[in-house]
T-cell receptor, first 111, second 112 residues
Framework: AQSVTQLGSHVSVSEGALVLLRCNYS??????LFWYVQYPNQGLQLLLK??????LVKGINGFEAEFKKSETSFHLTKPSAHMSDAAEYFC?????????FGAGTRLAVHP | DTEVTQTPKHLVMGMTNKKSLKCEQH?????MYWYKQKAKKPPELMFV???????INESVPSRFSPECPNSSLLNLHLHALQPEDSALYLC???????????FGPGTRLLVL
């Protein structure tokens, strides 16, 4: 069965520091993978998606993610954190019938 | 435009009330979804409509009744809910089933 594991339920960084949110997936076939962000009291916003066209995927707000098949990983990065990046981030796999969500990582950004 | 709208934003209802949540998209998407999200948890799929027909029901209690009047609208009718049904209810749509999903802002429901 497909699954998505996000390492670290909480990540805290300083403003201007590198953001790294980790995601590993399990799948017997090349997956569709997404990163969604959820700001407090809001819905989910698509950050980026991987569809096998390129292993390095650029998204909105300066985020990018790299698909590494050998490591079954799809980690999300941003070179310099901003206070407005504080939110919940979900790594998601496109399953055959439905999305498979990771448990989420709450990103805190402090001055 | 990738906007999905949901009304109301907030809803408080008693256990004997009947209410409805509404979702609308004008992107020409043919698949629409209802999710339930409890605090500090990822969304859980409830229903999937594909081409206006219910294609997936994730064993949701009958007190939740979905309806898809047309390709742009999705309703969730609520009746005799329990306090544990309090949650954020999210609607999403996609070009077709299994395509990228775009989410609405959600309705925060409180059942007293």
């Amino acid at each position: 069965a497909q699954s998505v594991t996000q390492l670290g339920s909480h990540v805290s960084v300083s403003e201007g520091a590198l953001v790294l949110l980790r995601c590993n997936y399990s799948s017997s076939v090349p997956p569709y993978l997404f990163w969604y962000v959820q700001y407090p009291n809001q819905g989910l916003q698509l950050l980026l998606k991987y569809t096998s066209a390129a292993t390095l995927v650029k998204g909105i707000n300066g985020f990018e993610a790299e698909f590494k098949k050998s490591e079954t990983s799809f980690h999300l990065t941003k070179p310099s954190a901003h206070m407005s990046d504080a939110a919940e981030y979900f790594c998601v796999s496109g399953g055959y019938n439905k999305l498979i969500f990771g448990a989420g990582t709450r990103l805190a950004v402090h001055p | 435009d990738t906007e999905v709208t949901q009304t109301p934003k907030h809803l408080v209802m008693g256990m004997t009330n009947k209410k409805s949540l509404k979702c609308e998209q004008h992107m020409g998407h043919r698949a629409m979804y209802w999710y339930k999200q409890k605090a500090k948890k990822p969304p859980e799929l409830m229903f999937v409509y594909s081409y206006e027909k219910l294609s997936i029901n994730e064993s949701v209690p009958s007190r939740f009744s979905p309806e898809c009047p047309n390709s742009s609208l999705l309703n969730l009718h609520l009746h005799a809910l329990q306090p544990e049904d309090s949650a954020l209810y999210l609607c999403a749509s996609s070009q077709a089933h299994q395509e990228t999903q775009y989410f609405g802002p959600g309705t925060r429901l409180l059942v007293l």
